[in-house]
């Protein structure tokens, strides 16, 4: 499958994805003409190449005329239907300015009607929206993931005054993906970046298994001193991962392989309150785990060994919080291989509300069954809990009900699904035989 993965560790915004597309091999000429389709008042795009701390990245300029008229949703949503773009191209425009608009009137209490969209509403938002969504079309992108986003820190100006970094927008689009900030000050992701991204992607982590086919560094409008602002995209195949794939390959274990780097360190004359403030700082920084063992250290001195799972590219961020926030003088680095299985988020109704279910897969080789594990979210569940004024593990035993009930084995777990209404929390592991439809459970 076709997939683009957004390597978001300096944020992103509606130039930085149209550079770094172009630079990932798309037309630029192509791109142009059939932004023209639009058929709205005059304006340019034009691309550069330029550095960002020694890397060679693509800036796009878009030069519009000046405007003084703010625009809705509907105005928007006109000027894309009625232009001569195919038709998959308008959707997935209008979805993500619809998501914007949503966005915008969480934060000013407002109907989405009436929201009129300030900066990220000029006729830039839409040439980047509309070209970024031309450009995928053309480079045949089937999947899109991205990285956990860096948003920057301080304040930005906006029409309503100076705002924190990020942004309410950006808090908004971003709610349920994961997000930090480093020590960069400055609006790293914009609301228009936040809106393509989160419109468009399945998931969020680390960078997939994957045949590369090509990559692009988008340039940002700031030029930080030892820190690249580029956006990268990384453009390859990788497996279809639809429910029939899954169910179709008898011999898949439905896990990818990922090499990542482990940062560790002994401590022995810390408080918990600075350990704690590391682990903090840790996923602040995009760490993938960060979590403590309790050690014995020379001279019996009773002490803490530090661990911290990170992705590579940010394990120097990672060293540098630990020298920083800690008396270590030395922190051991090495390369570990982790195999995580394929997962999924699967939303459920219950008489307690919607909540989120992780569903993960795995099928041995030795077995013809698929083994299924699904686990409610826990604060979902925590805030159906409260809400309902009911245990806990009553509204986590009713989302794994609402699972089973829509899922395609649902009449072989009726004796499950009667266990868990009575109250039984269970944690199901579900081994359904695709050749038989037999179907057996057992708790984890």
């Known amino acids: 499958m076709k997939t683009l993965y957004f390597d978001g560790f300096a944020g992103a915004s509606g130039d930085m994805i149209l550079g770094a597309l172009v630079a990932a091999g798309v037309a630029p000429d192509v791109l142009i003409e059939k932004l023209k389709l639009l058929d709205v008042a005059d304006f340019a795009v034009e691309f550069e190449t ?26 928007i949503a006109k000027i894309i239907n009625d232009s001569r773009l195919p038709d998959s191209i308008k959707e997935s425009a209008i979805e993500i300015f619809t998501r914007l608009a949503e966005a915008e009137a969480r934060v000013h209490n407002e109907p989405v009607e009436k929201i009129h969209f300030h900066e990220v509403g000029a006729l830039d938002a839409i040439i980047d929206i509309v070209g970024a969504c031309i450009g995928f079309e053309l ?4 999947r899109f993931i991205s990285s956990p986003l860096n948003t920057g820190k301080g304040s930005v100006e906006m029409a309503h005054g100076l705002y924190p970094v990020p942004p309410p927008a950006v808090v908004e689009l971003m709610r349920g993906a994961p997000v930090y900030a480093n020590d960069i000050t400055g609006e790293l992701l914009t609301p228009t970046g936040a809106a393509i991204i989160s419109t468009l992607c399945e998931e969020y982590g680390a960078l997939p298994a994957m045949r590369i086919e090509s990559a692009g560094y988008g ?6 001193p030892r820190f690249p602002n580029v956006l990268r995209i990384i453009i390859g195949e990788t497996t279809d991962n639809t429910t029939e794939d899954k169910h179709a390959a008898h011999h898949h274990t439905h896990a990818t392989s990922e090499h990542l780097t482990m940062l560790e360190t002994n401590i022995d004359d810390a408080s918990p309150q600075v ?12 760490a993938l785990d960060c979590y403590f063992t309790a050690i014995q ?7 803490t060994l530090i661990s911290i799972l990170c992705e590579t590219h940010r394990s120097e961020d990672l060293r540098a919080m630990l020298f920083a926030e800690t008396t270590t003088i030395g ?30 897969r795995f099928k041995r080789h030795d077995d013809a069954g698929e083994h299924i594990t699904a ?11 409260e809400r309902g004024n009911v245990p806990l593990r009553v509204v986590e035993a009713a989302a794994r009900a609402a699972y089973l009930s829509t899922s395609n084995s649902s009449n072989s777990h009726a004796a499950l699904e009667a266990e868990i209404y009575d109250g039984v929390p269970v944690s199901v592991l579900t081994a359904c035989d695709t050749t038989n439809g037999a179907h057996g459970k057992k708790e984890i």
């Open 331 to 360: 922190i051991r680095s090495y390369q570990v291989e982790r195999r995580a299985l394929e997962r999924e988020i699967v939303t459920v109704e219950t008489e307690f509300g919607r909540i989120d279910v992780k569903v993960s």
């Open 275 to 286: 350990i704690g403030f590391v682990m903090e700082q840790a996923f602040k920084r995009g």
């Open 297 to 303: 250290m020379k001279k019996n001195r009773p002490g």
């Open 219 to 224: 340039a940002g409008n700031r030029d930080y």
């Open 50 to 75: 330029t550095n960002r701390s020694g890397i060679s990245a693509t800036k796009a300029h878009v030069r519009i005329p000046h405007e003084h008229k703010h625009r809705h949703l509907k105005d």
């Open 375 to 385: 686990t409610p979210e826990y604060e979902h569940c925590r805030r159906a809990a």
């Open 139 to 142: 480079l045949g992108i089937e």
